[in-house]
């Protein structure tokens, strides 16, 4: 029987991520989740419902603290390395559709792009948050 795998993101997968997901889990069917959910219960009732065994998780930080306490889904994060964040969108000489997404972002001089490329997928643990004093 084949994965399911849950693409929860308003993005729609890269061509390298189906690559590598087929490589590491077989042929899963994967099922986009782009709509957005009330709360975190929400979606965790969704995916259960679906059968979901595994999800791919776009989401605030806040978000994927609370889903990765529930330990019946694999949850994982789709890691991104900047490569450069004033673009000029798709004629930019090093973007590369297979691998990369273009995310609109304004500044001073008008409407530019952070060019971001997949590097790979995490387990993700748990979330941590790191304070000092001041």
Known sequence: MRPKVAWVSKHPILPIQLKILKQKLGNPQIVQYAQPFVNVEELHNALKQANVKYAVVVLPLSMIAKLSEYNDIT????EMQKVHDDCIG?????????????????????????????????????????????
Not at 104 to 125: A, D, E, V
């Open 90 to 134: 798709l004629n930019c000489e090093l973007f590369n559709s297979d691998t990369d997404v273009l995310l609109p972002t304004r500044s001073n001089h008008g409407m530019f792009y952070r060019h971001l490329r997949f590097s790979c997928f995490k387990k993700i643990k748990g979330v941590q948050l790191l304070l000092e004093e001041i």
């Open 75 to 78: 949850w994982i994060w789709s």
